[in-house]
Nanobody
Framework: QVQLVESGGGLVQPGGSLRLSCAASGFTFSNYAMSWYRQAPGKERELVAGITSTGGSTSYAVSVKGRFTISRDIVKNTLYLQMNSLKPEDTAVYYC?????????WGQGTQVTVSS
């Protein structure tokens, strides 16, 4: 049974930091490219960051570049998103996503709220 379980979301003040985790099971994590998406109320889901199956290459949305860092631990089968210098516009539900050769999986999401 494939599972992607996000954790680490919460309420944080502007300028603060959070680290999201996504625990993967039920598939060969190291074979899959992984990404973080987010969806704010009333907006479409958008790609935040991606990382290749080997972890050798990463990419970021312009809006988060320099503030967010995606990484993965293939021993722990876990994907991470370190978020620094958070802004109110980063408020959204954050989703973990894995894809490989036409197969893809989504997590259930974790809420991140940036507010004073």
């Amino acid at each position: 049974q494939v599972q992607l379980v996000e954790s680490g979301g919460g309420l944080v003040q502007p300028g603060g930091s959070l680290r999201l985790s996504c625990a993967a099971s039920g598939f060969t994590f190291s074979n899959y490219a992984m990404s973080w998406y987010r969806q704010a109320p009333g907006k479409e889901r958008e790609l935040v960051a991606g990382i290749t199956s080997t972890g050798g290459s990463t990419s970021y949305a312009v809006s988060v570049k320099g503030r967010f860092t995606i990484s993965r631990d293939i021993v722990k089968n876990t994907l991470y998103l370190q978020m620094n210098s958070l802004k109110p516009e980063d408020t959204a539900v954050y989703y973990c996503y894995g894809s490989r050769r036409g197969k893809d999986y989504w997590g259930q999401g974790t809420q991140v709220t940036v507010s004073s």
